[in-house]
């Protein structure tokens, strides 16, 4: 007798505002709903992502986010041809651990939640699709998996995953997870080999959650029940009770669960990931002309090098200049040195100081 396939059920984290890539993105349109890598937007390119995965039953996805973006990604998802899914949309945001949470409760039962970021570029789509069927046997026996991103340099910007024994076919059991390091920290994680980039993506089964959840955090499960006990629905909209969810602790799934449990293991991957956590790294994963240089909108490039531009609507020109990131989107012109990026921080920080020196 053949057993049924695995359910599995994508879920959408789409809560982020996105501000390391102003002035492109901004929370009213944050990057996962922008078109950056393609002609299809970041969330657009997560929704279909399991799409085509042999190894289980993909269904219905559930997306988290933000109330005040639910018609934009009515749009986006019906432009990809997704009509039946269902968004969390949350009053307030109170990071990853209740958000899906949220996601949990909806799912219920021995379904496995495959939980994404809406904002991430993933390059080789069999490779995902492969660690995904790696994983499925321990999280169908109640394990919560990790996928790791196998490391190509000691990046300072993600935290890291140190890999323990062999627990699954090429999986291992996580020892511990480790912040953000420093260079020396990262060099040296690289050069020991048994460590992996923390990519925030994760497969386990419903059930499973939301018993590590009633076992370490029992006030924050009983804040997001009640919050789905009293939801509103309208459609594919759900609309958790606004009072009970503002009394949700916040924090992220690493800390309230992961880090906590017992049964956690991790899948080492190269699939072409990043993040696009800032204007470098996007230009690291854009086509790039054979001067290294990625251009998305109008631009005259002579002589230039290594530059990344991104323009919604004036040319751009660039005479006999390398390594400079120029974006212009609204109105608003930006230019960085490249290796820089980090540093939009700096305008974002100084345009709030403003409006607020404004309103005052």
Not at 290 to 300: F, P, Q
Not at 344 to 357: G, I, P, Q, S
């Amino acid at each position: 007798m053949t057993s049924a396939p695995v359910k599995i059920v994508p879920v959408i984290l789409s809560g982020g505002s996105g501000t390391r890539l102003w002035p492109v993105s901004r929370p009213e349109r944050p990057k996962q709903l922008l078109p950056l890598t393609a002609d299809d937007t970041m969330l657009q390119l997560t929704a279909i992502r399991p799409h085509g995965f042999k190894g289980g039953d993909v269904g219905q996805p559930i997306l988290v986010s933000n109330a005040a973006h639910a018609a934009i990604i009515d749009e986006q998802l019906r432009q990809s041809g997704i009509t039946d899914y269902k968004i969390i949309l949350e009053p307030i945001g109170r990071n990853t651990a209740p958000a899906i949470a949220l996601a949990a409760l909806e799912t219920q039962g021995d379904a496995a939640m495959l939980v994404m970021p809406s904002d991430h570029v993933i390059a080789d789509l069999p490779a995902f699709h492969e660690a995904i069927a790696r994983a499925l046997p321990l999280v169908m026996g109640g394990w919560l998996v990790t996928f790791g991103i196998t490391p190509d340099a000691p990046e300072t910007g993600y935290g890291y995953i140190k890999m323990g024994d062999i627990c699954g076919d090429m999986v291992h059991k996580v020892e511990k997870f480790v912040e953000k390091p420093d260079v020396v920290n990262a060099q040296r994680m690289l050069a020991e080999g048994n460590h992996a980039w923390n990519a925030g993506i994760f497969l386990f089964r419903a059930d499973a959650y939301i018993a590590a959840m009633e076992r370490h955090q029992p006030d924050m499960l009983a804040a997001v029940t009640a919050a789905m006990d009293e939801a509103k629905r309208d459609g594919a909209h759900v609309f958790p009770n606004a009072k009970a969810f503002y009394a949700c602790p916040s924090d992220s799934v690493d800390y309230a669960i992961m880090e906590r449990e017992k049964q956690v293991a991790c899948v080492p991957v190269t699939m072409g990931w990043s993040d696009v956590g800032s204007w470098d790294s996007l230009h690291s994963v854009s086509t790039r002309d054979k001067d290294d240089n990625a251009v998305r909108g109008d631009a005259l490039l002579l002589g230039a090098r290594n530059c990344l531009v991104h323009s919604d609507g004036p040319r751009v020109t660039l005479v006999d200049v390398d390594d400079l990131i120029v974006v212009v989107s609204q109105g608003d012109v930006m230019i960085l040195k490249r290796g820089e990026s980090q540093k939009v921080r700096k305008v974002t920080d100084a345009l709030k100081a403003l409006a607020e020196a404004a309103i005052d």
